[in-house]
């Protein structure tokens, strides 16, 4: 990895090599970061390169990334997502430009695809056989779909909370998947033990700071989309705080590399159900647990295993803290769909929940320019999707019943 | 639309202008085929101009689509999907090559987004406002996302049997939504009266020969991913005939305009449970109807709208009809997970669960390249994958409860 300098604690700073099981710092525990050589990106890649590559997943970015150029083993194609302009919900919510960037459409439907393609070529690279995680549904299906694959076992451990459309996927790959009758904290507690006594390839991106390289790509990508013209604001839900904090090192490594001249604003949007990051940044204090209490499962996180790095990135950025109602997010999911035809998942539709209030609220300006990132698909969510939208018209194929149901719905036809 | 000619009558060869609502034959109520300019195509489209192209999205192939070159109107990012070498599969399957095309990964999370992405361009085109269909699922939720992307307000018939995932998608899109009691007859019946009585555009497949148009790009997909070296067959699942007819239609198009020089032989899978069209193919007689009996929903098509291009399709090809029982779709379901990290839907997987029993029964031989689709994402239905797939171990967290529970499934751990 020629681009690649070392691995620095976010916390002492102390520097190591990033070997693949580079996991937390050996001095104080704390997370670490991935240091690149931006002279050397910026030497063997440039726009135009970038341009003239067929390849539309993640590994186009490989100058930004922290894996041997050489690894060849089936993948899965993770990212290449769209970003669409997307003008009637821009109109909808009173701001001038929006984009949306749908990660839902990812081979196991989520962002966390990024973040998992990421672990999978650390443990290739390591030699390992096994990964393993903890999560509230998405890196794991993600770590089993990407695993299975390349042909890695997998074991898996989740919230007893997390939906079925999830489980289902994790037990598809073959997984193997330990559901955990307690919190997300319970659940990261147990999933840790595990690790440690069966020496598995640790995929919690809490711990792993390969992880979070994966995730960043979601930046690289919009980036590129924009021709690297960046938005004002990126707004996304916020739950562990790995998402938002590779989204901010994707920003900070283009800007560095020369890519791009201006940082967007954060808006870490969380659940009013739980909101220890942004409640950290809303009363300038440390962070401090909370209850889990939100539909938006993905994200209901209340001792965030990330918080050094969400913090800094909304701190840094000058970025906006935003809690959203269940409701709320209900309604975006509504929004979305209705708009755009994008389907997200309750956390995945959360960043625009977060976008809407805080147009209203006056918290940034009506002639901004924002991206929303959708990190997972509706799908995995059906119950809630229901809740949001309701259930449809049920007869007998009848046209007098039709007609009937019709005028009962109020529905205008001649 | 230089590059179309007329739409034929598939029944009895009538030949009428193409219009967006040039539906079925004004003169003996087949269903049409648009005929292209093949002259035209080989002289605006080479192999070198199609590669050069960064639009990843069936728009891609506009040379081979019957739509004005300059529509402009917002679109979902409709096909693209991967093509993956699945080395590991083919060896469980005992197949020399095979390619597993995951037309899951689409917006709307089916093969059915590249049809429903014609009828919108149609409608556009047409200038009308409003566009209805009956579908048992993938079709309605395609139109429902596509339309609304487009600003387009849909009324979609599904029968009641849908699964949930795939009636909360169309629910979030926005659409009107009628669920018939009753078969997939009833309901089409009935959505036909409908789009006749309030003048919709009519998005149902069988009828509106655009749509097959749009299926056909996942053919030309194939190709080019493959750098036009088609293989010896290409599996998937049949329901109304409109997809195996669209992918038939794309692979004659790609070898009349000069882009390939062999054409694969198709593997049409249907269910044990309703198999109406293979019955024909078998039994060398026309089709009759048969009951809906299957957990595939999406073939579950006792009467097929769409027979004529569908048998011809097959015949043409000399291709081979497979039946699978629901317990294969459900294996093959498991097969794919574990193999290939992609998650179809058990309509979606009944391609290679005919691929699979093709094999066995020595219907094609084993050194033969083959590409399977996968036409759907198990997201759709995950009540079926968590059939398929079994539960998870579920404990507290609790180390101990672990070691106890990994042994009980003898799970080989140090």
New interface residues.
């Given amino acids: 990895m020629k681009n690649v300098i070392s691995a620095v604690c976010v916390h002492c700073g102390h520097e190591v090599e990033a070997t693949p099981t580079t996991y937390t710092c050996p001095k104080c525990g704390g997370i670490m970061d991935i240091k690149y050589d931006y002279k050397y990106i910026r030497e063997h890649l440039t726009k135009e390169k970038l ?1 003239d590559r ?1 390849d ?1 997943s993640i590994w186009r970015f490989k100058e930004f990334l922290p894996v041997a150029e050489d690894l060849n083993y ?1 993948k ?2 993770v990212g ?1 997502s ?1 970003l ?2 997307a ?2 919900l821009a109109e909808e919510l009173g701001v001038k430009t929006l984009y949306i960037k ?1 990660d839902g ?5 989520s962002l966390k695809d990024r973040a998992s393609a990421l672990a999978v070529a650390k443990a290739y690279e390591a030699g390992m056989d096994t990964i393993a995680c903890s999560s509230t549904g998405n890196a794991a299906s993600s770590l ?8 890695f076992k997998t074991y898996i451990f ?1 919230p ?1 909370r997390a939906p ?2 999830k ?8 997984a ?7 919190s997300y904290e ?2 990261f ?2 999933s840790a ?2 690790i440690e ?2 020496g598995w390839y640790n995929r919690n991106a809490a711990i792993n700071p390969y992880l979070m390289e994966g995730k960043k790509t979601v930046s690289l990508e919009i980036a590129e989309q924009l021709d690297f013209d960046m938005p004002d604001y990126i707004a996304l839900s916020v739950g562990d705080g790995c998402t938002i904090g590779g989204v901010w090192k994707g920003l900070k490594d283009l800007y560095e590399a020369g890519f791009i001249d201006k940082l967007p604003r954060l808006i870490s949007v969380q659940s009013t159900g739980c909101y220890p990051i942004n409640r950290a940044i809303q009363e300038n204090a440390p962070w401090r647990p909370m209850e889990e209490n939100t539909i938006a499962d993905s994200i209901a996180v209340g001792v965030p295993r990330n918080p050094d790095k969400a913090l800094n990135a909304i701190r840094e950025s000058n970025g906006i803290a935003v809690n959203v109602t269940d409701e709320e997010i209900l309604s975006a ?2 929004l979305l ?7 997200g998942e309750p956390a995945g539709v959360t960043g625009t929940a977060g976008l809407k209030k805080a147009l209203e609220e006056g918290l940034i300006p009506r002639d901004a320019s924002v991206v929303s990132i959708v990190t997972g ?4 969510d ?2 809630n ?2 809740k ?12 007098n019943l ?1 007609l009937k ?1 019709f005028q009962e ?1 109020g ?1 205008d ?2």
């Avoid at 089993?144 to 042909?151: D, E, L, R, T």
């Fill in positions: 341009a067929k539309p089936p899965l194609r290449g769209p669409y302009k003008d009637r749908d459409i990812n081979p196991t439907a089993a779909g990407n695993a299975a694959a390349a042909g989740v007893s079925k459309g489980v289902s996927q994790l037990m598809i790959f073959g193997n998947v330990v559901s955990v009758q307690g319970d659940t507690r147990l033990e595990a006594r069966w999911m509504r769909g209705r708009t755009c035809g994008v389907f698909n509706g799908l995995k059906t119950a999707a229901i949001a939208a309701g259930e449809p018209i049920s007869i007998p194929a009848d046209m039709l149901a719905k529905f036809l001649k």
